[in-house]
């Protein structure tokens, strides 16, 4: 079976939302929203953690995107959330963050190699 993860889809008072890069691409993927295994408690708090560590934005949750997204080893589950304030510092499995108009989201997730990520 598939683990379950939850993340963000963060959009910023400007209307970009946020993307990570994961180090060296881990896992074929170029960029991709923030998201991570439930480590405890609540699936809301380990979404907002995971931005958190993932980003360093601090975030609020607004509403739960609909569906579950299967990628090859998870299935994830996302809330649109809005930028608190951006910290600046993120943990060592991301290369870099950015902010993307939303017309540029896309382009940038098909750069991912790993194709059901």
């Not at 890069?21 to 609540?42: C, L, N, S």
């Not at 380990?46 to 609909?66: D, M």
């Not at 896309?106 to 059901?116: D, Q, V, Y």
């Amino acid at each position: 079976a598939k683990k379950k993860t939850f993340g963000g889809i963060v959009c910023d008072e400007f209307g970009y939302l946020l993307l990570r890069e994961p180090k060296d691409h881990f896992g074929g993927y170029a960029w991709t929203f923030p998201k991570g295994g439930q480590a405890w408690g609540v699936t809301t708090e380990t979404a907002l953690r995971k931005v958190w560590e993932e980003t360093g934005v601090e975030a609020n949750i607004e509403e739960s995107v609909p569906g579950m997204f299967e990628g090859d080893t998870s299935v994830a589950s996302y809330f649109l959330m809005s930028r608190v304030r951006d910290t600046g510092c993120f943990d060592d499995g991301t290369q870099s963050i950015r902010w993307v108009r939303f017309g540029g989201v896309p382009a940038l997730l098909r750069e991912t190699e790993n194709l059901p990520g």
